[in-house]
């Protein structure tokens, strides 16, 4: 909407953050993005997000929006003119939550498992992890997208993961691919769409970031 003042609160690896980028780029949003340090939080971030102090932040219009998938849906209520994300349909737009809240507990948990946790834990989480990855390929289907034939809710939620992937794989000795060949094929092909590709990181640079938190928090 014209005359909207849009800033994004945000740390550049986040995948939580990426879903936001991804979604006002396809509602083709202008916004501002401010890049947080998590480790010394700004002023803004504090007052923006005092419950849980974290990123990502939507703040439209001077009102502070939280959670990636709260946030990612409230974008799409407000420019809702442009590139629907949730289904119109009350069944399938549930079908979406659901396997938007899946990604979220079983990938992002599973996936910091992989790199904090060694030997059996790890071998778990490795094994867990590639079965939730077979579970969302069953459900992508031969489809183009989760939601059928454009881009939508759970693609959304899921993708930036994408960009994480290598770090898993080289962390924990294993190949994505092999087992899932379907959905790393989905992968690359949505990454050919700009909205996509122009909000995920380069997999190398999450890779060294990843390295880095496990020197700090001696995971490593």
């Not at 995948?15 to 509602?27: D, N, S, Y």
């Not at 031969?142 to 080289?170: Q, R, S």
């Not at 790393?184 to 092909?189: Q, W």
Request: hydrophobic share 40%.
């Amino acid at each position: 909407m014209a005359g909207d003042q849009v800033t994004l609160l945000d740390l550049w690896a986040s995948p939580f953050g990426m879903r936001v980028r991804i979604a006002l780029a396809e509602k083709a949003v202008k916004y501002e993005y401010s890049e947080q340090d998590l480790w010394n939080k700004g002023a803004l971030l504090l007052q923006m997000n005092p419950v849980h102090k974290r990123i990502p932040v939507l703040v439209h219009d001077g009102k502070p929006i939280f959670e990636s998938l709260i946030i990612v849906q409230y974008i799409d209520e407000v420019w809702k003119d442009k590139a629907p994300l949730l289904p119109s349909d009350p069944y399938e737009r549930a079908q979406s939550r659901f396997w938007a809240d899946f990604v979220d507990k079983k990938l992002y948990e599973l996936g910091k498992k992989i790199y904090t946790t060694k030997g059996e834990d790890q071998e778990a989480a490795k094994k867990d992890f590639i079965d939730s990855l077979k579970l969302l390929e069953g459900e992508l289907g031969d489809k183009p997208y989760f939601g059928g034939d454009t881009l939508g809710y759970v693609d959304v939620a899921l993708l930036p993961f994408y960009c994480w992937f290598y770090a898993y794989e080289t962390i924990g000795n294993f190949n994505i691919e092999a087992d899932c060949p379907k959905l790393i094929a989905y992968c690359k092909r949505c990454l050919e769409k700009e909205s996509v590709s122009k909000s995920l990181e380069d997999p190398q640079k999450v890779y060294d970031f990843v390295v880095m938190l496990r020197k700090k928090f001696n995971w490593a």
